[in-house]
């Protein structure tokens, strides 16, 4: 059973336009949701993370929302960027247990 | 500060051997975690060690099992591998274990003949 997924493998997305990126989850004790990059042949990096007390989180260019009504988070890039080509990992946490439980990626292509 | 490392970085095996993974973390990060990444699955927990001691444990069978060092530097073991065991494994190594203070390695590549 995934808790949290990412329906969409992949997504291509012009130079200089909006990616959204989408996260649903199952679990209702989540309460802390982090994004993820990862470039071929690199281990994820650490992007953006929201605790559930909150519904928007910022960093520059990176914009994650979280709706808890419908177990929903959303990552937004703006505007997109050639070096943002990467797959993307949403992840989850529960509690003081720090183990999360990751999506199985979207893979963003920026075109030029 | 030198990041983390994995050793090796490619592995072939057959059907039956084991294998042991090695990580080495960041220096003075006593957390190291462990996860299984194979296509359209994200990355599977395996385990997390903090101070030489397992302290969270994920949903895999006995075959796979690690150990971390006085030094901090991880191993991982997967005995009697199958076919299901290829993938890319990734260590990841934090100051106390916070979820968004994981730092990963680039992985090793292990495919199971």
């Known amino acids: 059973d995934q808790q949290v997924k990412q329906n969409s493998p992949s997504l291509s997305v012009q130079e200089g336009r909006i990616s959204i990126l989408n996260c649903d989850y199952t679990n209702s004790m989540f309460d802390y949701f982090l994004w993820y990059k990862k470039y071929p042949a690199e281990g994820p990096t650490f992007l953006i993370s929201?605790?559930?007390i909150k519904d928007k989180n910022e960093d520059g260019r990176f914009t994650v929302f979280l709706n808890k009504s419908a177990k929903h988070l959303s990552l937004h890039i703006v505007p997109s960027q050639p070096g943002d080509s990467a797959v993307y990992f949403c992840a989850a946490s529960a509690g003081s247990n720090y183990q999360l439980i990751w999506g199985a990626g979207t893979k963003l292509i920026i075109k030029p | 500060k030198a990041g983390v490392t994995q050793t090796p970085r490619y592995l072939i095996k057959t059907r039956g051997q084991q294998v042991t993974l090695s990580c080495s973390p960041i220096?003075?990060?006593?957390?190291v975690s462990w996860y299984q990444q194979t296509p359209g699955q994200g990355l599977q927990f395996l385990f997390e060690?903090?101070?030489?001691?397992?302290?969270n444990k994920g949903n895999f069978p006995g075959r796979f099992s690690g150990r971390q060092f006085s030094n901090s530097r991880s191993e991982m073991n997967v005995s009697t591998l199958e076919l299901g065991d290829s993938a890319l494994y990734l260590c990841?190594?934090?100051?106390?274990?916070?979820?968004?203070?994981?730092?990963f390695g680039p992985g090793t590549r292990l495919t199971v003949l």
């Open positions: 220096s003075g990060h006593r957390s």
């Open positions: 929201i605790s559930s």
């Open positions: 990841a190594s934090s100051w106390a274990g916070g979820p968004d203070t994981q730092y």
């Open positions: 060690y903090f101070s030489e001691t397992q302290r």
